[in-house]
Nanobody
């Protein structure tokens, strides 16, 4: 089992940057593939990015490719999401999650542990 806590959200102007962190408890963090998702008001939760347990492979939604970078430091039990060139449409609550099942990286059903979320607001 793993517990996840996100931080780093806030208010930023369009074109700005933020770095989100996801701190994990437990010794097994390094064995989990991990992902970032987001949910805007009135919309379904959507996939943003994912990273293999080793950090060797990463996956991105088309909407953030080239602007966001996912990374992890297993020694620190922490995952990151560097967000650059932010747009108003990136405004959402961002969640980190640990993958426990099969299926596509974008499939929420494959993620069994979730953080409480951190708000990101991008003003125009």
């Amino acid at each position: 089992q793993v517990q996840l806590v996100e931080s780093g959200g806030g208010l930023v102007q369009a074109g700005g940057s933020l770095r989100l962190s996801c701190a994990a408890s437990g010794r097994t963090f390094g064995s989990y593939d991990m992902g970032w998702f987001r949910q805007a008001p009135g919309k379904e939760r959507e996939f943003v990015a994912a990273i293999r347990w080793s950090g060797g492979r990463t996956y991105y939604a088309d909407s953030v490719k080239g602007r966001f970078t996912i990374s992890r430091d297993n020694a620190k039990n922490t995952m990151y999401l560097q967000m650059n060139s932010l747009k108003p449409e990136d405004t959402a609550v961002y969640y980190c999650a640990a993958r426990v099942g099969e299926g596509g990286w974008q499939d929420l059903r494959g993620y069994g542990y979730w953080g409480q979320g951190t708000q990101v607001t991008v003003s125009s």
